[in-house]
């Protein structure tokens, strides 16, 4: 299940030269604290997604929430609520993608190799799934459904394609989202 520690190289000391180099030509202290195109998105954390660059949006202009396979779990909601409540974010894109991790693991056994490993099953839902659109479906009556969350008007999802770079807009009908 987890990679060998021998190929492992820390880089931390690499990334604090690259911060000392980006703070050199900083120039993001004018920006507000509330994102300015009053937008949140909720994407996947996979490496592959540079979601500024996919979007194209700049510095400050929206919150970005990551996880694995980009679900609506209690602390995205959380972290929207805040968002929206006291950042003035109106809008939310969901962003999840093609060959996500997430869909290569099973629930249960994820869970059950977690147990023989360490002893205790995690109680936390992993949230994997075998179709990017049908979650993104699923993440977005999630978002309707809950109370916490009070601009649902401009909700939208799509699946991005790692080998083409293009998005894919999934489209819910009254029925998927209530």
């Known amino acids: 299940m987890l990679s060998s520690e021998n190929s492992f190289a820390p880089i931390t000391d690499e990334l604090l030269g690259h911060n000392q180099r980006y ?11 509330n ?24 510095h400050g202009d929206a919150h970005i929430i990551r ?5 609506i779990t209690d602390d995205v909601i959380r972290s929207l609520c805040l968002s929206q409540r006291f950042l003035g974010t109106r809008e939310i894109v969901l962003l999840h993608h093609t060959d996500c991790g997430l869909m290569k693991v099973t629930e249960d056994d994820f869970k059950a190799e977690l147990e023989a490993e360490i ?26 459904m809950t109370p916490f ?9 799509f699946v991005y394609n790692v080998s083409s770079g293009l998005l894919e807009e999934v489209i819910a009908n009254n029925t998927d989202v209530a």
Request: contains cysteine; charged residues 25%; proline residues 5%.
């Open 67 to 71: 996880n694995a396979g980009g679900v």
């Open 119 to 144: 002893g205790i099953k995690p109680w936390w839902a992993l949230e994997s799934f075998a179709d990017p659109h049908a979650d993104v479906l699923q993440s977005m009556r999630r978002l309707r």
């Open 35 to 58: 994102p300015k195109r009053q937008l949140a998105v909720v994407g996947c954390m996979d490496a592959r997604m540079d979601t500024f660059e996919i979007l194209g949006l700049q």
């Open 149 to 157: 969350i009070p601009h649902k008007d401009h909700i939208r999802g």
């Open 23 to 33: 703070a050199d030509g900083f120039d993001g202290s004018h920006l507000e604290v």
